[in-house]
Nanobody
Framework: QVQLIESGGGLVQAGGSLRLSCAAS???????????FRWGERAFVAAISAEGR?????SVKGRFTISRDNTKNTVYLHMNSLKPEDTADYYC????????????????WGQGTPVTVSS
């Protein structure tokens, strides 16, 4: 079992930045692909494989960066140049498998953290 806890969401003006964190516990974090998705449209945002390979949705390329710190069992989503359309609840997902942009391919997820971008 893997437990995921997201943090770092909040209210920010358009053009601003936020850093989301997802702390994992329960299994060997370094073996897991980690992904960020945002609801209500279940949209893929970004993912990072156990080897550190990254993959981004076209809508966030150049603005968001996913990273991981295996010593802290934490994955981050650095969000820059935020837009009102980035407003959503952001969820961290984990799977002991290959990188994927489909939420159904992941086995674990957290409770989410809300991000609101005002215009």
């Amino acid at each position: 079992q893997v437990q995921l806890i997201e943090s770092g969401g909040g209210l920010v003006q358009a053009g601003g930045s936020l850093r989301l964190s997802c702390a994992a516990s329960g299994r060997i974090f370094s073996n897991y692909t980690m992904g960020w998705f945002r609801w209500g449209e279940r949209a893929f945002v970004a993912a990072i494989s156990a080897e550190g390979r990254t993959y981004y949705a076209d809508s966030v390329k150049g603005r968001f960066t996913i990273s991981r710190d295996n010593t802290k069992n934490t994955v981050y989503l650095h969000m820059n140049s935020l837009k009102p359309e980035d407003t959503a609840d952001y969820y961290c997902y984990a799977v002991a498998g290959p990188i994927s942009d489909h939420a159904r391919d992941y086995d674990y997820w957290g409770q989410g953290t809300p991000v609101t971008v005002s215009s």
